[in-house]
């Protein structure tokens, strides 16, 4: 069955503090990867996708994720965290053949200023 | 920007009673999406929808629930006889016109079953 691994719960860093957000995907096909972020009350906005080419690729607010397939992985970066970072994220896999995402349990972040 | 929007933001009702959960989608978006988050949890697909008929669905989207888009414009989410365990948070999506599109999501619904 499709899956998607979120490993870390609740992450606490400090403000310009570098981030990596696991995630790892089970499915068989070609696979489509998203990162989305969810803050309170909103609806979940995207913040970077994979679809094919380059497996680095760059979102908004100076994200960036790294997909490695023999690892099954699609970790999301930042270099330097701020205090408007602290939100929850959400790795996705488009899994069905409708397009729809499986979502992994989400990684809340804290950043204390 | 467009966005997807849903109506209520929240809602609470009996168990037993039917809900209908609205969404309107982006205008010339032709997938239509239903996924529920119950607190605490991921969030799940439920429903797709696309040339006005169901395309896909998961185990939870049984016979209690149904969707409509009764006028081109508004996508909804009924569910007949509602149950505790159905208490979440339901979000509406919506895409464009193929797979390499993002998906869009509205603020969600809350739905209270008491």
């Known amino acids: ?96 053949s409708q397009g729809n995402l499986i979502f992994g349990k989400g990684t809340k972040l804290s950043v204390k200023p | ?15 037993g009673q039917e809900v209908i959960l609205r969404c309107v989608p982006i205008s010339n978006h032709l997938y239509f999406y239903w996924y529920r988050q119950i607190l605490g949890q991921k969030v799940e697909f439920l429903v797709s929808f696309y040339n006005n008929e169901i395309s896909e669905k998961s185990e939870i989207f049984d016979d209690q629930f149904s969707v409509e888009r009764p006028d081109g414009s508004n996508f909804t989410l009924k569910i007949r006889s509602t149950k505790l365990e159905d208490s979440a948070m339901y979000f509406c999506a919506s895409m464009g016109r193929g797979f390499t599109d993002t998906q869009y999501f509205g603020p969600g619904t809350r739905l209270t079953v008491l």
């Not at chain 1, 803050?39 to 607010?61: A, C, N, R, T, W």
């Not at chain 1, 994720?65 to 099954?72: H, P």
């Open chain 1, 1 to 96: 069955a499709q899956s998607v691994s979120q490993h870390n719960h609740h992450v606490i860093l400090s403000e310009a503090a570098s981030l990596e957000l696991g995630c790892n995907y089970s499915y068989g096909g070609t696979v489509n990867l998203f990162w989305y972020v969810q803050y309170p009350g909103q609806h979940l906005q995207l913040l970077l996708k994979y679809f094919s080419g380059d497996p680095l690729v760059k979102g908004i607010k100076g994200f960036e994720a790294e997909f490695i397939k023999s690892k099954f992985s699609f970790n999301l970066r930042k270099p330097s965290v701020q205090w408007s970072d602290t939100v929850e994220y959400f790795c996705a896999v488009r899994g069905g």
């Open chain 2, 1 to 15: 920007e467009p966005e997807v929007t849903q109506t209520p933001s929240h809602q609470v009702t009996q168990m």
